[in-house]
């Protein structure tokens, strides 16, 4: 008997097929947000399921699920996966770096730009029927060329944002992270390693793409936003979280910080009423590492790593990308 899995949330089918040459599969073709309770129902009997960075999976939920042996997930942040928990099982959880950090700095970048430039505002200015004629300051945002960057985390998604500043736009690099890069990287990307208040205080466009983990819970809140320039600009494409959404809503009424742009929000999908209001964010709904070849890309990681994990034919080995390799042995 083929082994069970299942595959939480609607993905491409194509990619589906690989998973049912070797596997017995229970799919969610509906792509329904399944409650934890009906989550744990579908688990049963699953020796693996691909999980996306939505679904909750904790001690509880495992002891609830015996049979259950790798936990792969499709997204890079892993802060929905309880992994010492896995580990203790000897559960096997995989997530999917590296495929998305390319575009997902693009969209960093986009939305870091949109929010200097009031892309989003001024257009639904257009939209709105309000444009009348050209006046000499409508609109008028902040450099991004030649300004300072400040990347919050430093890693593989930062990196990739400093290099598409410093080199495409000229930009001054600097970055907080727990740990500094090696040298030869800080050379490359020409960044500077500043602490949190001096990142705070210098930068003119601020980009958080740190992991959610309880030390990050609001790392920004009022009284770092207090620290930043009224023309900083600040992008959030992490998680939600990070940022303390409410402090933001009222910084970015009071003109405090010129801008935002946020694609991930605290208890989303639902968002800050207050940010739905404030004219100077740019709002989008948690869409980073989403272009089609990306989005394609992370699943079939995803895949790789289950067929890897639960021993599938010429796949068994050794999962790609493991979080816990220790549970292999
Ligand atoms: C998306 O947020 C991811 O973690 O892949």
Redesign the pocket.
């Known amino acids: 008997m083929k082994p069970a899995v299942l595959v939480c949330r609607a993905v491409f089918p194509d990619i589906v097929d690989r998973l049912r040459a070797h596997f017995d599969v229970e799919t969610n073709e509906a792509d329904v947000v399944w409650t934890r309770a009906e989550l744990i129902a579908h688990l049963q009997g699953k020796a693996g399921v691909f999980v996306t ?1 939505t679904q909750p999976i904790d001690a509880a939920l495992l002891d609830a699920c015996p049979e259950l042996r790798a936990v792969c997930s499709m ?3 892993y802060n929905n996966i309880d992994v010492p928990a896995c580990t203790a099982r000897g559960v096997l959880v995989s997530n ?1 770096p590296d495929v ?1 950090t390319e575009t997902t700095a693009d969209f960093g970048f986009a939305l870091m730009m949109a929010a200097a430039r009031r892309i989003a505002e001024s257009e639904h200015y257009l939209r709105s029927g309000a444009w009348t004629k050209w006046s000499v300051d409508a609109f008028a945002g902040t450099d991004v060329h030649g300004a300072t960057l400040g990347v919050l985390g430093m890693g593989r998604i930062g990196q990739a944002i400093a290099r598409r500043g410093a080199l495409g736009f000229g930009m001054k690099v600097i970055y907080h992270n727990r740990s500094r890069l090696d040298a030869a990287i800080e050379a490359e990307l020409g960044a500077r390693w500043v602490d949190k208040a001096t990142l705070l205080r210098e930068s003119d466009h601020l980009v958080i793409v740190v992991p959610y983990s309880a030390a990050s819970h609001h790392l920004v809140g009022a009284a770092e936003l207090a620290l930043m320039k009224p023309t900083a600009t600040l992008t959030n494409i992490a ?1 939600g979280g990070i940022v303390d959404d409410a402090a933001l809503a009222q910084a970015l009424r009071e003109r405090r910080i010129a801008a935002a742009g946020l694609d991930v929000f605290e208890g989303e999908p639902a968002v800050h009423p207050e940010l739905l209001t404030v004219p100077n964010v740019v709002l989008t709904p ?1 869409i ?2 989403a272009s089609l070849p990306t989005r394609r890309a ?1 699943a079939n990681l995803a895949v790789d790593n289950l067929l890897a994990a639960l021993g599938a034919g010429e796949h068994a080995g050794r999962p790609p990308t493991p979080l816990n390799p220790e549970v292999l042995g």
Do not use: E
């Open positions: 960075g997204a890079v942040g999917a998305l998680r948690h980073a590492s992370m």
